[in-house]
């Protein structure tokens, strides 16, 4: 029994000093993998996203009506405010700093290695150039979703709202 308590402390010190040997990956290795990755893309692309999202919520808010002209400018106006406040949140200039960090401290120099080879292949290649369209259509999948769920969330909060009254 003793003998299997060395065996044990012996893996485990081996596993814990081996994970702590392990270099972080190196600014330049990062960047490498952001620019094949087209991260900055992505960013980008995040914005359009949410200025879809905006206009969803509004098209729900309108249900179906068709907006006069000083609504119109008052969505408009919304759009714009929210629009910039996304813009000069996750700009990349902006994110950049913070994805170096995070990936610094998330990877190792050999795993960006590993993902840099990847990406490099068709397969990697394909991964990037389609991971955009797969995420939009996921965002779309959701709004649908919660779209669907309106009725029943109106319902609840009804019913909520209910049971708070007649508590009092």
Known sequence: MKLFKHVLFALAFVSVS????????SEASI???LELTQARKVSDGVQLQYGNLVD????????GNTPNAKQQQAIDKLKARLLGLVKDTVSWQKMEPSY???YSETFTEEEVAGMLAFYKTPA???VIHKMPVLMQKNTALIQQMTVSMQPQLEQIQRDFLAELKAAN
């Open 56 to 63: 969803a919520v509004v098209k729900q808010a309108l249900k």
């Open 18 to 25: 081996g994970a702590a040997s392990a270099a972080p990956a």
């Open 124 to 126: 990697g290649q394909a």
């Open 100 to 102: 170096l960090q995070l």
């Open 31 to 33: 960047r490498q993998l």
